[in-house]
C-alpha cells in the first residue's frame, strides 16, 4: 500500500502562473512503509539481542564459529531494511490544471522524469482484476501509455482513479465563470 496526499482546488497560496491557470488537481503518491524508524530500532535491538544470547549459548557448547554467523545475519538484514527505506524516497507527482497535465516521477536517487499532457487529450485506463480490483493505471495519449500510482494498493488506486476522473473531466470542461447580476 501508498500513501497518497491530493486534493482538488488547491489552496489559495499559488504563484503567479496558477492564478492564471490554478491547479484543479494535485497528488503526491509515495511508497507505503509499515515500519517506521522507532520500530525499525527496536526491531534490530530485539534481533540482535536474540543473536546474541544463540551465540553465548552456542560459544559455551564449542561451536564458537557459529556465534560470528548469528552476528552476520544481524548485520545483512540491518543492511536490507536500509536498502528498503532508500527506495521510499521515491514518489509521484500528478497535477491537473486546465491546460496541462503534469506528472513527474522522482526516483529513490533523486532522478526526476517529468511528462506534461493535454488534457484533453489523456484518458485513464485501468487493468483491472475481478477479484482484486485495479492493479494498473495508465494515461493514455496519442498512442503512448504513462503508468502512474504503481505505489498504491487497488482501493487507493480506485480513489486516485475517480479523483482524477473528476479532475479530467473539469479540466475538459474549461474555466468556468460567474456573472453577479445586479438587483
Not at 501508498?2 to 503526491?28: H, L, Q, T, W
Not at 506534461?116 to 484518458?123: D, F, G, H, K, Q
Given at each position: 500500500?501508498?500513501?497518497?496526499?491530493y486534493?482538488n482546488?488547491?489552496?489559495?497560496?499559488r504563484?503567479e502562473r496558477?492564478?492564471v491557470?490554478?491547479?484543479?488537481?494535485?497528488?503526491?503518491?509515495t511508497?507505503?512503509?509499515s515500519?517506521?524508524?522507532?520500530?525499525f530500532?527496536?526491531?534490530?535491538l530485539?534481533?540482535?539481542?536474540?543473536?546474541?544470547i544463540a551465540?553465548?549459548?552456542?560459544?559455551?557448547?564449542g561451536?564458537?564459529?557459529?556465534?560470528?554467523?548469528?552476528?552476520l545475519d544481524?548485520?545483512?538484514?540491518?543492511?536490507a531494511f536500509?536498502?528498503?527505506?532508500?527506495?521510499?524516497r521515491?514518489?509521484e507527482e500528478v497535477?491537473?490544471?486546465?491546460?496541462?497535465?503534469?506528472?513527474?516521477?522522482v526516483?529513490h536517487?533523486?532522478?526526476v522524469r517529468?511528462?506534461?499532457?493535454n488534457p484533453?487529450?489523456v484518458?485513464?485506463?485501468?487493468?483491472?482484476?475481478q477479484?482484486?480490483?485495479?492493479?494498473?493505471?495508465?494515461l493514455?495519449?496519442?498512442g503512448?501509455r504513462?503508468t502512474i500510482a504503481?505505489?498504491?494498493?487497488?482501493?487507493?488506486?480506485a480513489?486516485?482513479?475517480?479523483?482524477?476522473?473528476?479532475?479530467l473531466g473539469?479540466?475538459?470542461?474549461?474555466?468556468?465563470?460567474t456573472?453577479?447580476?445586479?438587483?
Amino acid at each position: 500500500m501508498g500513501a497518497m496526499n491530493y486534493d482538488n482546488k488547491c489552496d489559495d497560496n499559488r504563484s503567479e502562473r496558477d492564478s492564471v491557470d490554478p491547479k484543479i488537481f494535485s497528488a503526491i503518491i509515495t511508497p507505503h512503509r509499515s515500519l517506521g524508524p522507532r520500530g525499525f530500532l527496536i526491531f534490530m535491538l530485539c534481533l540482535g539481542g536474540l543473536s546474541f544470547i544463540a551465540g553465548v549459548i552456542f560459544v559455551s557448547l564449542g561451536a564458537w564459529p557459529v556465534f560470528g554467523f548469528f552476528g552476520l545475519d544481524v548485520l545483512l538484514v540491518y543492511f536490507a531494511f536500509r536498502a528498503n527505506y532508500r527506495s521510499a524516497r521515491a514518489y509521484e507527482e500528478v497535477t491537473v490544471t486546465s491546460s496541462e497535465l503534469t506528472v513527474r516521477k522522482v526516483s529513490h536517487r533523486g532522478g526526476v522524469r517529468q511528462w506534461t499532457l493535454n488534457p484533453l487529450w489523456v484518458r485513464l485506463e485501468r487493468i483491472v482484476h475481478q477479484e482484486f480490483g485495479i492493479e494498473r493505471l495508465f494515461l493514455v495519449s496519442r498512442g503512448r501509455r504513462l503508468t502512474i500510482a504503481g505505489f498504491l494498493s487497488p482501493a487507493e488506486k480506485a480513489s486516485f482513479a475517480h479523483a482524477l476522473t473528476s479532475a479530467l473531466g473539469e479540466a475538459k470542461r474549461g474555466p468556468t465563470r460567474t456573472t453577479i447580476q445586479g438587483p
